[in-house]
């Protein structure tokens, strides 16, 4: 039998496919007519949500604590002027704003509107769906769908410890012949003949060149340039560990970003890999211009893994991307047990070719324990702290015994720690 009248409207309020209705208007609808006969025309009015086209455009990285904008361009494709409510869903670590918007856009026209990203992590941040509700000229009903419009935002490691690259970079121009450098080894090279002043190293005295002319001439020495350095990162569980805000593995990145601008300034030769039980992420065989912007991209979506290092696989593959003489600087924890049964063992390895130098994160809450006196409690903490501090200098000095350059510094003095031994290894002609 044929619906007719009030019955009708209702039936067809009901087949709505997407309509949104407020709940409390039910019984109103029973018994108001107009009003059904409004709601059906307001859905009739509103542009339709699938026909609806999105593009989007923008930044594709940002460091760490800086702002990025993605523009979203949305076209309405249909007769019917658009009035809705857009959600652009990102993951909640992107920390966007505004996080819904209201447009309007005319039939037949498109409209862009930015979302500003502040991220909280490291990594790669990919937008989810655009939630698009249309409604209708009386605001009474509306159409409800999703698109998906994919982007990813790559966020960078912030590189805090840029702020000490120039003070490095200046000693570093000290080294390189700009100021002379009386010390010699396997990594230095003749630079030039200048006259002898008081305190100079007698040993540095060029006899042949003070024989032929009037004065005592010494011979001056530069750091070489193209020496390899391999940057290794331990991923594995030790690097999980959180030491103020941050995790090790952080600090260790901000290390390894600024001992990488340090030596490609120097004139040699980075290359990275991180590993925990397969490697995690690598950069090899780029330019000097090049090595930073690959490092910091590399180093982007790298997250600690909860498992123990396999330290056999790390030192195998170490020796593999370098076969000649090289400075290895692996960044990992300094804790006794991962120490002495995973590296130790396969130390001789990387040390009967190569110079090694070992750098980690210390925590600066244990120095502050150590300290701790006045109640009970305070006494157990100073106890406990040394006891950490001594088992962690005993570490240190097992693997100086095997002629490994050790760093153990806090989260925000390992940077400058590691690129101030860089330089001492290379004004002393160790590389």
Known sequence: MALTGRTALLAAIGSLPVGILAPSWTGMLAVNA???????????????????????????????GDAAEVQLTVTNRSRR??????????????????????????????????????????????AERVTVRS???????????????????R??????????????????????GRTSVLTRG?????????????????????????????????????????????????????????????PRLDASMDAALLLTALASRAGDRVDLLAYDRRLRAQVQGRSANDVLPAVVDALAPLEPELVETDARGLAATALARAPRRSLIVLLTGLDAAPIEEGLLPVLP?????????????????????????????????????????????????????????????TPDTLAPALADAYLSLKAAGRL
């Open 34 to 64: 107009p009003l059904s006969l409004a709601i059906l025309c307001d859905y009739a009015l509103a542009a339709p949500v699938r026909t609806l086209q999105f593009t989007r455009s923008g930044d594709t990285s940002v460091r760490l």
């Open 81 to 126: 002027r658009l009035r809705a409510q857009l959600r652009d869903a990102w993951p909640p670590s992107s920390t966007q704003a505004p996080a819904r918007q209201k447009l309007t856009v005319p039939a037949g026209e498109r409209r862009r509107f930015g979302t500003v990203l502040r991220p909280s992590r490291r990594g790669d941040h990919r």
């Open 135 to 153: 409604y209708g000229p009386l605001g009474l009903i509306a159409r409800q769908g999703n698109h998906e419009v994919p982007w990813t935002v």
């Open 155 to 176: 966020v960078l490691p912030p590189f805090a410890s840029r702020k000490h690259l120039p003070s490095r970079l200046a000693r570093l121009r000290e080294l390189d």
């Open 186 to 246: 396997q990594g230095t090279e003749f630079d030039s003949l200048r006259e002898y002043v008081p305190g100079d190293d007698t040993r540095s005295i060029d006899w042949r060149a003070t024989a032929r002319g009037t004065t005592v001439a010494v011979r001056t020495w530069r750091p070489e340039r193209d020496r390899h350095i391999l940057v290794v990162l331990d991923t594995g569980r030790t690097s999980a560990g959180r030491v103020g805000d941050v």
């Open 349 to 409: 390895q990387l040390t009967q070719r190569h110079t090694v130098l070992v750098a980690s994160v210390a925590d600066p809450h244990i120095a502050g324990m150590a300290a701790a006196r006045g109640t009970i409690e305070g006494v157990y903490e100073a106890a406990a702290a040394t006891q950490a501090q001594a088992q962690r200098l005993r570490t240190a000095e097992q693997l100086q015994r095997h002629g490994v350059t050790v760093v153990d510094a």
